[in-house]
């Protein structure tokens, strides 16, 4: 769930007498990315998020998300549908930049970050090569790395 809040609405009413994990969406975006070694941004996903903006996870070893097409054999038990999210994991972290992405012209020069990456490269990994978080969060639950539990994510840039 996303929220932007309404004119006279207040924050404080929106999650009152609830629990969350706190994080800001940037924190968060690296976390993945240093997990899991590719450039990640969660606010750049799909249409991309709005500043100063809120979204709600629940984040646990039953949360659901898609797996996309390519991945759903039709079996929805839970260890298949496991193993068929850890595939399209594995899957998004053999894959790689196309190269003509690598030096496209973004408004910015195509030299080499620290990262090792382009500026174009790392930006198409972020609005174009991700995965849904959903299914990266799962991960980080299902390995130990964040408890579960509901999470409030802030977006800002």
Same mark, same amino acid.
């Given at each position: 769930? !996303? ?36 450039? %990640? ?15 709600? !996870? ?11 097409? #390519?991945?759903?054999? $039709? ?7 496991? +193993? +068929?999210?850890? &595939?399209? !994991? ?16 973004? $408004?910015? *020069?195509? #030299?080499?970050? *620290?990262? $090792? ?9 972020? &609005? #174009?090569? %991700? !995965? ?16 579960? $539990? ?8």
């Amino acid at each position: 769930m !996303i929220w932007n809040l309404k004119e006279g609405e207040t924050f404080a009413e929106i999650i009152e007498q609830k629990s969350f994990y706190v994080v800001w969406e940037g924190e968060l975006s690296r976390l993945l990315s240093k997990h899991y070694g590719k450039p %990640y941004k969660i606010q750049q996903q799909g249409d991309m998020m709005s500043n100063d903006s809120y979204f709600t !996870i629940e984040v646990g070893p039953d949360m659901e998300f898609w797996i996309g097409e #390519e991945y759903d054999t $039709g079996n929805m038990e839970p260890e298949a549908y496991e +193993a +068929a999210a850890l &595939r399209r !994991i594995a899957d998004w972290q053999a894959s790689e930049c196309p190269e003509e992405e690598k030096n496209h012209s973004w $408004g910015a *020069p195509a #030299e080499v970050q *620290p990262n $090792g990456m382009t500026f174009p490269e790392e930006l198409w990994w972020e &609005r #174009e090569g %991700y !995965i849904p978080y959903e299914i990266l969060l799962w991960d980080l639950n299902r390995q130990g790395i964040i408890p579960t $539990g509901e999470y409030l994510v802030e977006v800002m840039w």
